[in-house]
């Protein structure tokens, strides 16, 4: 057993805080950024870090693409 388990009562168990991604397909994306979607289809081509293909269809990760319009107009 666990040092957690054992111990349960007197001590509390450290968990650590799990963050998941936000992942949308290229409609939703569109949606909320207000971007056009052959755009966004465009910006996950030639940035694959952003997104992934699945069979057609791309599904972009919100934070990485945020991430990337940041660095994109800051610099």
């Given at each position: ?26 409609k939703q994306a569109s949606e909320i950024m207000k971007l ?28 990485k693409l945020a991430a990337y319009y940041n660095n994109k107009?800051?610099?």
């Amino acid at each position: 057993m666990s040092e957690c388990m054992l111990n349960r009562q007197t001590a509390g168990c450290v968990v650590e805080k799990i963050v998941l991604p936000q992942i949308v397909s290229i409609k939703q994306a569109s949606e909320i950024m207000k971007l056009p979607p052959y755009y966004l289809r465009r910006v996950c081509r030639e940035n694959p870090d952003i997104a992934f293909q699945s069979g057609v269809k791309w599904y972009i990760n919100l934070g990485k693409l945020a991430a990337y319009y940041n660095n994109k107009l800051g610099a």
